[in-house]
């Protein structure tokens, strides 16, 4: 990553901490602490296990793309899909970081290069299509509570505008999967070691020849998205905010706008606490109650993310020294052979 790329990164990153601490404080800090005392460590325990629920809904999604014969057991792709999200929740890079983690861990796993990268990057398009979907079925929930609100309408605005977007950037999305094989071959050669090579291209056309897998997959992470509301219907609920099942999905499309909105902020850092502290009262719930909210969320990203993060660097690890104990080795042989060939030349001179 370039210095530009990274300085721009690391003020993005610093705008939005300053963004969060300064909503915060104009909320007031006692009213957004106490509502999260109000859930407690039981209620982060909670919205915990069922962030794990819906990661093993996306993590079916993604196995669901791939041939019976080149699928992995669930347990991979679960902790591969928990490591990808961590990463982009909790790393300065954007969700191309976790795209790669996920598909380098799948590879120390057994899975070839070319159809773990391709099985990623197609994943990937589902879920783009299962968004465009949820955005949707949100944007109509959201319509029917906010159209006469004079703070809903630039809101319902941009969700029009993604979802007029979606469909032309899901197939150019998968215009470059295909037509940019030859780059992403180069990367996974950077990225991937060498001998689990094979043809992204190959491999990408596999994947969406089958519309039946597409299907399912996108299905689950349609499943995944309206989930994914839960963890606000929960959040509220467990400090004391009345909101419905129908509520909860409106706001999560609206905050899913946002954050698209936001692409280049690491982790929608503030953008996501002002989303909350803005739809909250539209949705008849205090700011200060979306804001504690917001924190709970970024509370559960830590709990969950650091121990994903710190399997991976502990499986990067082993992998690394696998590498390197198979090199010493061949180089042992290699030398064996040598001395074995000179002491055979020598004998018969």
């Not at 996306?58 to 792709?77: E, I």
């Not at 959201?142 to 605005?157: H, K, V, W």
């Not at 030859?182 to 996974?188: I, K, Y």
């Amino acid at each position: 990553m370039s210095w530009p790329r990274r300085l721009s990164l690391a003020l993005a990153l610093l705008a939005g901490l300053a963004a969060a601490v300064w909503l915060v404080w104009a909320v007031g800090f006692d009213a957004v602490f106490a509502a999260i005392a109000r859930a407690g460590i039981g209620g982060l325990v909670l919205l915990c296990l069922y962030s794990l629920v819906v990661i093993a809904i996306l993590a079916l999604a993604w196995g669901a793309l791939l041939p019976v014969a080149q699928r992995r057991g669930f347990a991979d792709f679960f902790f591969a899909r928990l490591v990808r999200d961590s990463v982009t929740d909790l790393s300065p890079f954007s969700s191309v970081g976790g795209m790669v983690a996920a598909a380098r861990l799948m590879v120390v796993r057994g899975m070839g290069t070319a159809i773990a990268s391709a099985s990623v990057a197609a994943d990937a398009t589902t879920e783009m299509m299962a968004q465009a979907a949820f955005l949707a079925f949100g944007f109509a929930l959201a319509f029917a509570q906010l159209r006469d609100m004079s703070g809903g309408g630039p809101l319902l605005r941009a969700v029009v505008v993604i979802l007029l977007l979606a469909a032309p950037a899901i197939a150019l999305f998968i215009f470059l999967q295909k037509r940019g094989a030859g780059l992403v071959e180069r990367l996974a050669a950077r990225f991937f070691p060498a001998s689990a090579g094979g043809s992204f291209g190959a491999a990408i056309e596999t994947l969406y020849d089958s519309p039946g897998r597409l299907a399912a997959s996108a299905s689950l992470h349609l499943l995944g998205w309206i989930a994914s509301s839960g963890i606000n219907f929960i959040a509220f609920r467990l400090m004391g905010g009345h909101i419905g099942i129908g509520a909860a999905i409106a706001m999560e499309a609206l905050l899913c706008t946002l954050r698209s909105a936001a692409i280049f902020v690491p982790a929608a850092v503030g953008v996501q606490e002002a989303g909350y502290a803005v739809l909250a009262p539209l949705f008849g719930l205090p700011a200060e109650l979306g804001l504690a909210v917001s924190l709970l969320k970024r509370a559960r990203e830590i709990v969950l993310g650091v121990p994903a993060l710190i399997y991976w660097q502990m499986v990067e690890g082993r992998e690394a020294v696998r590498a390197a104990h198979e090199r010493v080795q061949r180089t042992r042989e290699s030398d064996e052979r040598r001395e074995l060939e000179r002491a055979v030349g020598g004998r018969r001179d």
